[in-house]
């Protein structure tokens, strides 16, 4: 394996109620802190590198109780030992002063195992209820670039200036600073303003569900503008998994998922996503073109299509690292069973299949 870089593995924190899917169907997962402790233990044991915690203030689809996603990602990391755990972070909410002293504190106390998935808003009525005034949608990464221009300098530097739009310091010394290597700043969100911020200032760029194709267009046009920037950016994608004994009894599975889906729910969703989607200029942003059926995974993650037996998924997971993805950000029906099916029927295989590709390269 020395070549291969393997893919990594994440998985949604479920710390909102309601589960990964806007659906009336049994769901076995739970929102609180005991059944989120017990998950990240079987997690770490499957083999999974990061967990990533949500951050909602208000939802209006279902997932009517919400954890706060730092203070939860703290408490996943006091019960694991290896697994880094990437909280949500809002830009509003949240400014960069308190956010890179929280995040450094918690670097120190758990080890370097902290990271952070920079939001940029997408539900006008969460920040409404909040107070928080409704940016533009390009202003809202205006100032989400912004944010993490200033977490990194905070991190970094030992004097830290910054005059922005949104923020400014000047001859800022955080101490201490976090530990070595410093957090990892991730980012939500696939419009033409998420991508160009990826390819500006991002360790990785996390998108919604997609085809390898769907995929392979976005990672271009990051990577094209990344190597213009001279920044190197990873990829992390969304998917929702079904994995089952044999093909039928998955497609049963995603059938029922959306025969119950909860159609008021999903319309409201659907509402506020479209408006969120078509307020970037170009139209592409997440949701822009989803289907009822896709809302019902409120991040897109049936259209990457890991729904199936364990091999036909492997499968499909080295077609979306062909097509550039780095990590898969995973969501299941049933969090607790089907985490450990994966990490036991899935992961080895994806691992098999690297290796077949890796020997297959040195050999032609
Ligand atoms: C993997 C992923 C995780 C996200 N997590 C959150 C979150 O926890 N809270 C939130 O308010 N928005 C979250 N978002 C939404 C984005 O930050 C962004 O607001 C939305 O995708 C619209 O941006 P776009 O127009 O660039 O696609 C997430 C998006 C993705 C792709």
Redesign the pocket.
């Known amino acids: 394996m020395s070549q291969v870089k393997p893919l990594q593995f994440a998985y949604w924190v479920p710390n909102v109620s309601g589960g990964l899917v806007i659906s009336q169907i049994e769901q076995r997962t739970r929102w609180d802190a005991e059944y989120n402790r017990e998950l990240a233990k079987i997690a770490e044991r499957a083999g999974f590198d990061y967990a990533?915690t949500?951050?909602?203030f208000t939802a209006g689809y279902g997932a009517d109780n919400q954890h706060e996603?730092v203070t939860f990602s703290q408490d996943l990391l006091s019960h694991t030992t290896k697994l880094k755990v990437i909280a949500?972070l809002?830009p509003g909410p949240w400014n960069p002063t308190l956010a890179a002293k929280q995040i450094a504190t918690i670097s120190h106390l758990y080890g370097p195992r902290i990271a952070v998935?920079i939001?940029?808003?997408?539900?006008r009525g969460e920040f409404k209820a909040i107070g928080e005034p409704w940016l533009d949608?390009e202003e809202r990464?205006l100032r989400s670039e912004e944010f993490i221009r200033c977490l990194r300098g905070i991190w970094r530097e030992s004097s830290f200036s910054f005059a922005g739009d949104f923020y400014r310091f000047r001859d800022y010394a955080l101490k201490p600073k976090p530990l070595d290597p410093l957090p990892e700043i991730f980012q939500?969100?696939?419009?033409r303003?998420?991508r160009d911020m990826a390819s500006r200032v991002s360790d990785w760029y996390?998108?919604?569900g997609n085809t390898p194709q769907g995929v392979r267009q976005q990672v271009d046009d990051i990577r094209a503008k990344a190597a213009v920037n001279q920044h190197a950016v990873k990829i992390?994608l969304?998917g929702f998994v079904i994995a089952r004994e044999s093909e039928q009894e998955a497609q049963a599975v995603l059938q029922e998922i959306i025969a119950k889906a909860n159609p008021d729910a999903v319309k409201g969703f659907q509402h506020e996503v479209k408006n969120?989607?078509s307020?970037?200029p170009e139209g592409e942003?997440?949701w822009a073109k989803s289907s009822f059926e896709d809302l019902v995974q409120y991040?897109d993650g049936f259209k990457t299509n890991l729904i199936g037996t364990p091999q036909q998924i492997a499968e499909r997971i080295i077609e979306q690292k062909r097509a550039g993805v780095d990590l898969l950000?995973l969501a299941f029906l049933h969090f607790h069973e089907e985490v450990e099916f994966f990490g036991r029927e899935v992961i080895p295989r994806v691992h098999e299949l690297e290796r077949q590709e890796a020997l297959n390269a040195v050999t032609v």
């Open positions: 990533l949500q951050i909602r996603s949500a809002l998935n939001v940029s808003g997408w539900f949608h990464y939500g969100g696939s419009s303003a998420a996390f998108t919604n992390g969304n969120a989607g307020a970037s942003g997440n991040n950000l």
